[in-house]
């Protein structure tokens, strides 16, 4: 039977099952699989904090959804077209997210009484009217993967484990994936185990001729490749392109890479990622603590290594002392803080943007450090190499805001020409004739000489105390303390930062959408939305967020209103409206999500009507 092929322009896929169902796997095999295929992509893996939840139960749920196009898409959807439900829990968690008319593949072996129970159903939805609106599609994943392993030397329990294979490769067939990638996948993954790795590729192709043989799916979709820039590409995660990132600009700074790190989600990865690398000189120190983590980086950076430390909310807290201690050395060195939802543990595998004023205050005494946040998963990369930059050429700690939706989303990378990356290497401080001063400053960046130690007349004192100007030397004079913090805050508030830019196509526009950090791409594509219908509205988006472009102010002045949706409760909001006296207009929702394009479609028209009725 030839089946029909239907050609769609996207489609938004999530994948759901039992935290033990592999769907991250699953997810991940299929985003290859869709990468090599060549079309944009956009992911939103999501799983449970607990390390083991509750099997079949809510919170015990993990998904992962993609999102994938013939053009260029900004977000992961906010809708899926298909659900891929393994059990019942996995269903009712994820069904009040499914548009009406949206597929449902079920797996029926795991609606058993006891399951359904678990969660809360009297009876079983896919035998009676509870998904009437959607298009279902039961499936007994489970016993036709143990079906299809029957010749295989493997427990029952064993066979069952590869049902998301099997789910992959009807996913696969579905979709017109090619396959060679997962199975040179599973061929390497199993390298030491071939019956596991052979089980597997069985379990996958008997998914994938499941699809062309059933009935059950009369059609299969075709999505083709995007028309993407010319270039080598791979898909990447933002906890990926960070550690790329810190490894290029080490190598641009003509300086080794530490990392001294405690592993804490979401941060983990980029320590992982990193200790693959020592052939580029990168040394990876896991510490005992955070605290340890922070101070060997310190450390490092002293002795003339870019220091790097990575970490996430509450290593922040345990890291501030460390922090005022750079600052007032003032060494160069990144601090990664891939934000994730609190306060205390608050929801580790969650996101959200609520370390900004941690970043900017969380010290004691007068202590500015620069604040650099990335966009997009791809964007971590320049990000790190910006943060680099600034960090070696004005000797300061600088605090890098990546968070919890960049560092495991991915989305396709066009891998830069290594000579068009920027040349950011310092000198450091060499004997002369004249009596050596630490705390001397260059007079354009005010950044003080970078000593190694065991220079033979380099010789200067070091620690947390306060410098005197010019020979570091301990000072308790009052008035040489109020010079010390204005020289340190005029060095971050000189730190060249290029103007922020404004996407604005219309003549005439009076609200502006200011978005930082992973907000970038629920806000470019609400703007799309809003164009697409004939609205006018201007987009700007910060990288650095201390000190702030120069042009920011007469950028917000120049609107009649400001839109700045955020994922805390209005913490940029507070700064730009102390600085600037500009009223901004604040949208704020703390999900432990990223926004949705449609959500923010109609706050952004809603501003905009509600700037056409002041004006009646």
Known sequence: MTKQVQQLDRVIIRFAGDSGDGMQLTGDRFTAGTAEFGNDLSTLPNFPAEIRAPAGTLPGVSSFQLHFADHDILTPGDAPNVLVAMNPAALKANLGDLPRGADIIANTDEFTKRNLQKVGYDGNPLEDDTLAEWRLHAVPLTSLTVKALEGFELSKKDAERSKNMFALGLLSWLYHRPTEHTI?????????????????????????????????????????????????????????????????????????????????????????????????????????????????????????????????????????????????????????????????????????????????????????????????????????????????????????????????????????????????????????????????????????????????????????????????????????????????QAKIDGIDVPDVEVDDVHDGTKVLVLGWGSTYGPIAAAVRRIRKAGGKVAQAHLRHLNPLPANLGEVLKSYDKVLLPEINLGQLALLLRAKFLVDIISYNRVRGLPFKAEELAGVIQDVIDSRGRDND
């Open 184 to 488: 040179t996948f599973l061929e390497q993954k199993f390298a030491k185990k071939p019956e596991i790795a052979k089980a597997n590729i069985a379990a996958f192709q008997a998914g994938w001729n499941y699809g062309e043989t059933t009935e059950s799916f009369s059609v299969s979709y075709e999505i083709k490749p995007a028309k993407l820039a010319p270039g080598v590409y791979r898909n990447i995660s933002g906890n990926q392109a960070l550690a790329y990132g810190l490894i290029a600009a080490s190598v641009q700074a003509k300086l080794p890479l530490f990392l001294g790190s405690y592993p804490i989600t979401p941060a983990s990865d980029i320590l992982h990622e990193l200790s693959k690398h020592k052939k580029f000189g990168v040394r990876t120190f896991q510490a005992e603590d955070e605290i340890a983590g922070v101070g060997a980086a310190l450390g490092a950076a002293f002795g003339g290594a870019l220091g790097v430390t990575t970490t996430s909310g509450p290593g922040v807290v345990l890291k501030g002392e460390t922090v005022g201690l750079a600052v007032m050395t003032e060494l160069p060195l990144i601090l990664v803080d891939v934000q994730r939802a609190g306060p205390s543990t608050g929801m580790p595998t969650k996101t959200e943007q609520t370390d900004l004023l941690m970043a900017m205050f969380g010290r004691n005494g007068e202590s500015p450090v620069p604040i650099v946040a990335p966009s997009s998963p791809s964007d971590c990369f320049d990000a790190a190499i910006e943060a680099a930059r600034i960090a070696v050429k004005y000797r300061t700690p600088v605090y890098l805001l990546s968070d919890g939706y960049l560092a495991n989303g991915s989305e396709p990378w066009r891998l830069p020409e290594v000579a068009d990356l920027p040349d950011i290497s310092t000198e450091f401080a060499v004997k002369t004739d004249e009596e050596f001063q630490p705390y001397k400053r260059d007079t354009e960046t005010l950044a003080r000489s970078w000593a190694i130690p065991g220079t033979p007349g380099l010789e200067h004192r070091i620690g947390g105390i306060e410098k005197a100007d010019g020979s570091g030397n301990i000072s308790y004079d009052p008035n040489n303390h109020d010079l010390m913090v204005r020289l340190r």
